[in-house]
């Protein structure tokens, strides 16, 4: 017959180890952020189009904005999946030709970007920190519709003719940025709470406009500047 104490020990050791473990302090965040987009301009379509069109690249630099869920591997490492949205149009005419009573040729482009995104983000220090920054890392999905409309010389005859040229589609991209948050009101558990946001991201991605454009290269990357709030859960 076992003894009384070794039963006794025997019971307080199950019961340790059938313990549950402390609950964990954070399990992620949720991201909205605002900013602005700067297209890169590096490719056919932005080149073509500046040289002969009275615009600039920068006259497409505009607001993105959109929300991100960070889940939690560790405490220094988290998956992101994220979705914004970037749309801006630009009224232009030709630079070196008018029509034959002088006036300009007016036309309007338009870009829109639809990044659905996922990713790593890095906490160098963790996330049971006033300030934590970070390092982000991922991959994309990009949705994007381009558009010209208005009026466009021929290139043979120089006419001017009424047109509308478009393209949709959706290509795989890449990305990295960093960042930190910062926090302002404290959660109940360490770790959680209101926290503000900032960030820069670099998105690297073209497109292939083939329904209008013969082809034609269309650079859908740039930088990213982002502002916002996260709440951690």
């Known amino acids: ?21 402390p609950a964990r302090a954070t399990d992620g965040a949720l991201v909205f952020r605002l900013g602005s987009f700067f297209p890169g301009g590096e490719s056919q379509v932005w080149t073509l189009n500046t ?3 009275d615009f600039e690249v920068a006259d497409f630099n505009y607001v993105m904005g959109g929300v991100e869920l960070d889940l939690e591997l560790t405490n220094y490492l988290d998956v992101a999946i994220g979705f914004d949205g970037y749309s801006r149009r630009v009224d232009s005419t030709y630079r070196d030709f008018v029509r034959d009573d002088g006036t300009d040729i007016p036309q309007s482009f338009k870009l829109k970007v639809l990044p659905i995104t996922a990713g790593l983000r890095f906490l160098p220090l963790g996330k049971f920190r006033k300030l934590i920054p970070h390092v982000a890392v991922g991959a994309g999905l990009y949705y994007f519709e381009y558009l010209e409309e208005g009026d466009f010389i021929n290139a043979t005859s120089f006419e001017v003719f009424p047109g509308t040229f478009q ?23 360490p770790g959680e709470g209101w926290y503000l946001f900032g960030q ?8 292939e406009l083939k329904r209008d454009f013969g082809g034609e290269n269309l650079e859908l990357g740039g930088d990213e500047f982002a502002f916002g709030l996260s709440l951690r859960f």
């Open 200 to 207: 820069f991201r670099r998105h690297w991605v073209s497109a």
């Open 1 to 21: 017959m076992a003894h009384p104490d070794r039963v006794r020990s025997l019971l307080l050791v199950l019961a340790s180890l059938s313990a549950p473990g």
């Open 51 to 53: 040289e002969t069109f």
């Open 167 to 189: 393209d949709r589609g959706l290509d795989p991209g890449l990305l990295a940025g960093a960042g930190a948050e910062y926090r302002f009101s404290k959660g109940i558990d």
